[in-house]
């Protein structure tokens, strides 16, 4: 089933260009470029009034939720808004999402057989380096990194897409047969780069089932098991984007309902891999072999 998106899609943001306003998982947020009134003392501060974060160096950002407004105060004029949108897309978008009551939660997301398949795990888990290896396959990318997810009118839980880009490693582009050379590096991380990706779906769609991945150095097979009961609240929860400001959001309660809502409508696994390249295409094989049963 495909639901449509009736939601305008933000389009890529050249990075010397300071938007004035963002429209990405289906909402639209203005951006205010100036100067704070008053900073709290502490580096983040996170109420179910305001959000403020202060990345050194960077920026300092003031979230006020009830206008969907966020305002920016650069460190410098030389930080572009390629730095900016680091935190402003991931941590910053987060808070403004779960304070909407929208499902968000860390990982990457491909469509197989018109449905969303999602795949989570912590940093260095392989996220992005299997959905970029579907997506090389022909499997339309959905979303990277942020994973929101709306609950319609029917009950009907669907993923909301991203941007057209997957973050990956060095290493993760040279097993995909891909060079750094062009791409611009992640402004956090070191020998990390955003990859542009053509093949990329912006329409709503169901979700079928959630991947997540642990790396096992010890283990040389990959071990791939299905999750049931609390085991399967558990992971959700567990794979919570900022899970940390949900409390201060009073929104623990509805997190807990919307995971276990999301529990009862998905197939969920626990994979173990190894290391090894070749893990990645077992896994791959795993997946698409799950999506036509």
Not at 27 to 54: D, G, I, R
Not at 198 to 215: G, K, M, Q, V
Request: aromatic share 8%; hydrophobic share 40%; proline share 4%.
């Amino acid at each position: 089933m495909e639901i449509k998106n009736s939601h305008k899609f933000e389009s890529v943001v050249t990075k010397d260009h300071l938007p004035t306003e963002i429209n990405i998982f289906g909402m639209s947020v203005q951006l205010l470029w100036q100067p704070l009134e008053s900073k709290p003392s502490v580096l983040q501060e996170c109420t179910a009034e305001h959000f403020y974060l202060n990345i050194r160096d960077v920026a300092a950002y003031w979230v006020n939720p009830q206008q969907n407004q966020i305002i920016i105060e650069r460190a410098t004029d030389e930080v572009n808004y390629t730095i900016v949108a680091t935190w402003l897309l991931g941590t910053v978008m987060a808070y403004l999402l779960q304070y909407h009551g929208y499902l968000v939660l860390h990982g990457s997301a491909v469509l197989i057989n018109q449905q969303a398949v999602i795949f989570s795990g912590v940093s260095g888990a392989g996220k992005s380096t299997t959905a970029s290896a579907l997506v090389k396959q022909g499997y339309p990318l959905l979303t990277d990194d942020v994973i929101v997810i709306k609950t319609l009118t029917d009950g009907t839980m669907v993923l909301i897409p991203g941007l057209p880009q997957l973050k990956l490693w060095s290493d993760a582009l040279l097993l995909l047969e891909h060079s750094s050379y062009g791409l611009q590096s992640v402004a956090n991380k070191i020998d990390k780069y955003q990859l542009p990706v053509t093949n990329h779906e912006r329409a709503l769609y169901p979700i079928r089932s959630f991947y997540e991945l642990n790396p096992d150095s010890s283990n040389h097979e990959v071990d791939c098991r299905e999750l049931f009961g609390i085991d399967k609240l558990q992971l959700l929860i567990r794979n919570t984007y900022r899970y940390n400001m949900l409390k201060p959001l009073n929104k623990l309660s509805e997190h807990f309902k919307s995971c276990s809502q999301l529990g009862a409508k998905i197939r969920t696994y626990q994979i173990k891999r190894s290391a090894a390249s070749q893990s990645l295409a077992i896994i791959i094989d795993l997946v698409k072999s799950h999506a036509t049963n």
